[in-house]
C-alpha cells in the first residue's frame, strides 16, 4: 500500500501546477498519463516579470553572440567529402610536421574519454606527436575565444560538449569546412552540412544505480528516485555546472514538476562535480543511485542505467571541428577522420553513424523520442534561458562546490 501511495503523489505531471513552482516560471500544461514532453517550449509560453523571464527549456532562436575580428565565411562553394584513407592521411600528416593539439571536453585530465581517445590515437599514429588536453567545455571554449583575440592559438581541434559554440565560430568564420571520408554515413543531424563540424561519439546522461545494492527495490523511473527508501542513498553531479546534466534536470522538471526536484532535494543526495562522480560513489559505497552520468546501455555490471520507455532521459553528439587558424590542419583532418571511420565506430556503443548498427537489442540513438537528441542542440543555444535554469537549480540545491575536475591547465595549455 505504501508504494502505491507514492507512485500515485509522483506520477508524471497532468493537470494542476504545483504550489512549489517558484512564481515567474509559467505552468506547465496538463499532460496525459504516461505522456512524455520531449518538444521544447516556444519563446512565446514564457512569462516576462520584471527584469527576467520564465524558464523554458530552449527557446529556439537564440540571440547570436556579438561577432568578433573574423572575417565571415566568403566561400560558400561545396566542400567535397575526402577520398583519402587514414594510412593515406597519416603520411600526409607526418609530413607537415606530425604535430597535432586537440582541446577536448570532459572530466578527467588522464581517464576516461579523452585519455581513452588520446591512449588509442598514439597507438595507432604512433609518429603523430598528439597532445590533447582535457578539461570542461565550458572552459575550453572561452579559452579558445581567449586565444583568438589575443592571436595566440594553440589547438588545431576542438571536441566540445558546447554544441552553440560550433554554430557561433561557423558564423564567425572560425571553423575549416572539412568533411571527413564517412560524412556521408553519419546520421543528418550529427554533421554540419557545410562540414563546419562533426559529431564524434554518442553520449549518454541519465540515471544509473547499483544492481546488487538495489536489489529487486531497483528504481523502474526516474520517479522513483524520491522515494523514502533512497533518502542518503543518492549521488548526483551538479546540473548548474554541467549544461548535458542541466538538460536531464530541465527535462525532469518539466515532465514530473518542481515538487519532483524538491523532494529530490530532500532525499539529501550527494552533489560532486564531474558526472563520473555518481559512479564513483556508488562504486565507493556512498549511494545506491546516481543521476546526471552516464553507463553502457547494454552493461551487465554492477552498475546499470536506467533507460524506462516513456521517461526522459539525454543524448547527444559530441561535436568535432577544425579552427580555421590551425597550424597543423592535415593532422587535424586525420583526427576527424579516425574518429568518425569504422576503425573507431562501433556496435559496442551507440554509433554517430548509420550504417554501423546500435549493440544488440537496441534501436540507433536518434530512434528514441525519450533521448531528445534534437532536443538539446536547441537548448545549448537559449544561453539566457540555460542560465535561468543554473540559477533556479543552485536555489533548490545549493551551489557548486569543489575544484574542478581535470585541474587548472590554464590559458595557454598544450603550447
Known sequence: MKQILFRQMFRPLRQAPVPLRPAFIEPLPPQRKGTLVTSLPSRRRLLVTGAGTAIGLGALGATASPASAAPAESSRGSVAED????????????????????YAGGDLADSGSGAGARAAFRQRFPEIDLKLIVDYSKYHDVRVDNQLATD????????????????????????LRYKPAGFGKLYKKFRDPDGAWVAGAVIAFSYVYDVAAAGANAPQSPLDLVDPRWKNAVASSYPHDDDAVLYLYALYAQTYGWDWVAALAAQQPQFARGSFSPSTAINEKRAVVGVGTGASPTSTGPIRMGRPEGHPFMAWGQRIAILRQAAHPTAAKLFLSW???????????????????????????????E???????????????????????????????????PGWPGLHPGA
Open 371 to 405: 533521448a531528445n537528441v534534437d532536443g538539446f542542440p536547441r537548448f545549448m543555444e537559449d544561453r539566457a534561458a540555460v542560465e535561468r535554469w543554473k540559477q533556479t537549480f543552485a536555489l533548490y540545491f545549493g551551489e557548486v562546490k569543489g575544484d574542478p575536475t
Open 83 to 102: 577520398t583519402r584513407t587514414l594510412d593515406e592521411l597519416y603520411r600526409d600528416a607526418i609530413a607537415e610536421g606530425g604535430k597535432l593539439v586537440v
Open 339 to 369: 574518429q568518425i571511420s569504422t576503425e573507431r565506430q562501433t556496435s559496442n556503443a551507440w554509433s554517430v553513424r548509420t550504417d554501423v548498427a546500435p549493440p544488440a537489442g537496441l534501436k540507433p540513438i536518434w530512434e528514441y523520442p
Open 152 to 175: 595566440t592559438l594553440v589547438p588545431d581541434v576542438v571536441q566540445l560538449q558546447t554544441l552553440h559554440d560550433f554554430t557561433r565560430w561557423k558564423r564567425e568564420g572560425r571553423l
